[in-house]
């Protein structure tokens, strides 16, 4: 499956972001769908997923209660709603997709290109 992140931006603190994530190529709705994200220097890190229905979503404790993710498997897109944006959020944020839940970026066989959310302070 070919996955394309958008909607990074530059944002003040406080603020809020849509990503998206379009799947092509396969089947969407047969895959568990997360988002990464990797700050400069830094290892890439779990942010949350979503299940292949969109039934169950699973948040890292960083982000929980703030970000949003949601699928609509009829469009083939993911969501990452960002809410109280904080300048520590500032990484390139990735999409994936894996056929099992995971919260590992071993598990996830495919990667979209990443998107800049830069939080100012």
């Known amino acids: 499956v070919q996955l394309q992140a958008s909607g990074g931006g530059l944002v003040q603190a406080g603020g809020s972001l849509r990503l998206s994530c379009a799947a092509s190529?396969?089947?969407?709705?047969?895959?568990?769908m997360g988002w990464f994200r990797q700050a400069p220097g830094k290892e890439r890190e779990f942010v949350g997923y979503?299940?292949?229905?969109?039934?169950?979503?699973y948040y890292a404790d960083s982000v929980k209660g703030r970000f949003t993710i949601s699928r609509d498997n009829i469009e083939n897109t993911m969501y990452l709603h960002m809410n109280s944006l904080k300048p520590k959020d500032t990484a390139v944020y990735y999409c994936?997709?894996?056929?099992?839940?995971?919260?590992?970026?071993?598990?996830?066989?495919?990667w979209g290109q990443g998107t800049q959310v830069t939080v100012s302070s």
């Open positions: 994936a997709a894996s056929s099992a839940i995971a919260t590992v970026p071993g598990w996830y066989d495919y």
């Open positions: 190529g396969r089947t969407f709705s047969n895959y568990v």
């Open positions: 979503i299940s292949e229905s969109g039934s169950r979503t």
